[in-house]
Nanobody, 128 residues
Framework: QVQLVESGGGLVQAGGSLRLSCAAF????????MGWSRQAPGKERELVAR??????????ADSVKGRFTISRDRDNAKNTVFLQMNSLKPEDTAVYYC???????????????????WGQGTQVAVSS
């Protein structure tokens, strides 16, 4: 059974930082692109960051570009992907979900439909 387990969410003041982690279980992590998405109340789920299966390329939504950084453990030994979030704003408040791409060794995608497995989410709240 595949499980993606997020951690690291919480409450932070505007301008602060958080680092989210996602550990994958029951999944062949190597060769699989990963992503982070978020969903705020009343809004659609948005894929905010994605990283290729090799870790060599990444992409970001315009809303977080320059503030968020996605990474994955270098040798995939720990099956973990991270999201470093800096200069947080109140509009970053949302539930953040980790996602694993559909298939292995495929190009990283910015479309949520191209992600097959999702975590349960971790809440991030940014106060003004």
């Amino acid at each position: 059974q595949v499980q993606l387990v997020e951690s690291g969410g919480g409450l932070v003041q505007a301008g602060g930082s958080l680092r989210l982690s996602c550990a994958a279980f029951g999944l062949t992590f190597s060769g699989r692109a990963m992503g982070w998405s978020r969903q705020a109340p009343g809004k659609e789920r948005e894929l905010v960051a994605r990283i290729s299966w090799s870790g060599d390329s990444s992409g970001y939504a315009d809303s977080v570009k320059g503030r968020f950084t996605i990474s994955r453990d270098r040798d995939n030994a720990k099956n973990t992907v991270f999201l470093q979030m800096n200069s947080l704003k109140p509009e970053d408040t949302a539930v953040y979900y980790c996602a694993a791409a559909r298939g292995r060794f495929v190009p990283v995608s910015e479309r949520t439909d191209d992600y097959e497995y999702w975590g349960q989410g971790t809440q991030v709240a940014v106060s003004s």
